[in-house]
C-alpha cells in the first residue's frame, strides 16, 4: 500500500507541475498575441522533401499555421521552417506562404498586393521581417 500512495503522490505532482507549464505557455503565448498581433493557431511537422536522399529531419522541418490582425482585415498564412542538413552549410528558412483566402482578399484590393506572394528569407531574417511588415502598417 505504501508503495501504492507513493506513485499516486508522484503522479499527482506530475501532473500539476504539467498545469502550471500549460499556464505558463498560454499566458506566454497571450503576450506574444498582444504585442505583435499574430496568433498562432497550430504547428505541425512539415511535409517533407527529399533531395538526392539529404533531406533534413522531420522535427527540424516546422509549419505554424498564422492569422494576424491589419489594417483591412486580417492576414491568414503559414509560415514553415525549414532546416536543410548540417552538411549542406546552409542556413535555415522561413517561407511565409498565404492561404488561398488572403489570396482572395489580396485580387479583391483589401490587402496589398505582396501579401499574396510566396516570400522565402533566412531564419536570421525573421526580425527585419516583422519589423518591415509593421513599418508597412500591417
Given at each position: 500500500?505504501?508503495?501504492?500512495?507513493v506513485l499516486f503522490c508522484s503522479a499527482a505532482a506530475s501532473i500539476s507541475e504539467l498545469q502550471?507549464?500549460?499556464t505558463e505557455l498560454e499566458r506566454m503565448r497571450s503576450l506574444y498575441e498582444d504585442l505583435t498581433g499574430v496568433?498562432?493557431?497550430?504547428?505541425?511537422?512539415?511535409?517533407?522533401?527529399?533531395?538526392d536522399g539529404e533531406g533534413g529531419n522531420a522535427d527540424d522541418n516546422?509549419?505554424?499555421?498564422?492569422?494576424q490582425r491589419?489594417?483591412?482585415g486580417t492576414l491568414r498564412y503559414v509560415m514553415q521552417l525549414q532546416k536543410p542538413p548540417a552538411a549542406s552549410?546552409?542556413?535555415?528558412?522561413?517561407?511565409?506562404?498565404?492561404?488561398?483566402?488572403?489570396?482572395?482578399?489580396?485580387?479583391?484590393?483589401?490587402?496589398?498586393?505582396?501579401?499574396?506572394k510566396n516570400v522565402q528569407f533566412a531564419k536570421s531574417n525573421?526580425?527585419?521581417?516583422?519589423r518591415l511588415g509593421v513599418q508597412k502598417g500591417w
Open positions: 500500500m505504501v508503495a501504492g500512495s502550471s507549464q500549460i496568433k498562432v493557431n497550430g504547428v505541425f511537422e512539415a511535409e517533407e522533401e527529399e533531395e516546422l509549419e505554424f499555421e498564422c492569422e491589419v489594417k483591412n552549410g546552409q542556413p535555415p528558412q522561413y517561407i511565409y506562404a498565404p492561404t488561398d483566402e488572403t489570396r482572395a482578399d489580396v485580387a479583391n484590393g483589401l490587402l496589398p498586393g505582396y501579401f499574396g525573421g526580425g527585419r521581417w516583422f
